[in-house]
């Protein structure tokens, strides 16, 4: 499905979401409404990027809507690994868009004053993405290995990525 296609129908299943069981929930966000940002072909298979709701953004992993492949039990999670480092996943399913994995970014969203400020942090979030791993957790890798440790035991966090990449954002 192209890129487009799919972000279409992600954005239809959670427009539909935010106007029925999520709508006036407290933890939204009134500034902010659903958006479908940077969605790019991932792995052959896949399509990521980021989802901007009243309530959460998060990284997304779209398939074959008629594919099972990222369908995950409600206590599971799955593990991907791009090139900033390794991310838990949990799964959901809706009609529009089939079954999609996510990565909840910020929850609630209550840090974000309007629409452009959320999709100028999701346009960062996919680019970051793709960027390898650096900085702090690379003097970590260096440690680990004047160490005599593996350096593949030095993961990369969340927080951790979007400290490094957001950290001048505040304030």
Same mark, same amino acid.
């Given at each position: 499905?192209p $890129? ?12 539909? #979401?935010?106007?029925? @069981?999520?709508a006036?929930? $407290?933890?939204?966000? $009134? ?7 940077g ?17 959460a #953004?998060?990284l997304? #992993? ?6 099972g492949? %990222? ?13 900033? !480092? ?11 868009? !089939?079954?999609?994995?996510f ?25 970051a ?6 900085? !702090?957790?690379a003097?970590? @890798?260096?440690?680990? @290995? %004047? ?12 927080r ?12």
């Amino acid at each position: 499905m192209p $890129p487009t296609e799919a972000a279409g129908a992600l954005t239809a299943a959670f427009e539909r #979401i935010a106007a029925t @069981r999520m709508a006036g929930l $407290p933890m939204n966000n $009134p500034a902010l409404r659903v958006a479908a940002i940077g969605f790019r072909p991932w792995q052959d298979a896949y399509l990521v990027g980021v989802l901007i709701t009243p309530w959460a #953004i998060n990284l997304m #992993i779209l398939g074959d809507r008629t594919a099972g492949d %990222l369908r995950l039990a409600a206590d599971c999670r799955r593990t991907w690994e791009f090139p900033s !480092g390794r991310y838990d996943f949990m799964g959901g399913e809706e009609p529009e868009c !089939g079954a999609y994995q996510f990565c909840s970014m910020f929850s609630p969203t209550f840090e974000f004053a309007d629409q452009a400020a959320a999709e100028t942090i999701a346009a960062d979030i996919v680019e970051a993405l793709f960027v390898d791993a650096s900085g !702090g957790e690379a003097e970590q @890798r260096e440690a680990a @290995r %004047l160490a005599g440790r593996s350096t593949l035991q030095v993961e990369t966090s969340r927080r951790g990525f979007l400290r490094g990449v957001f950290s001048g954002l505040k304030g």
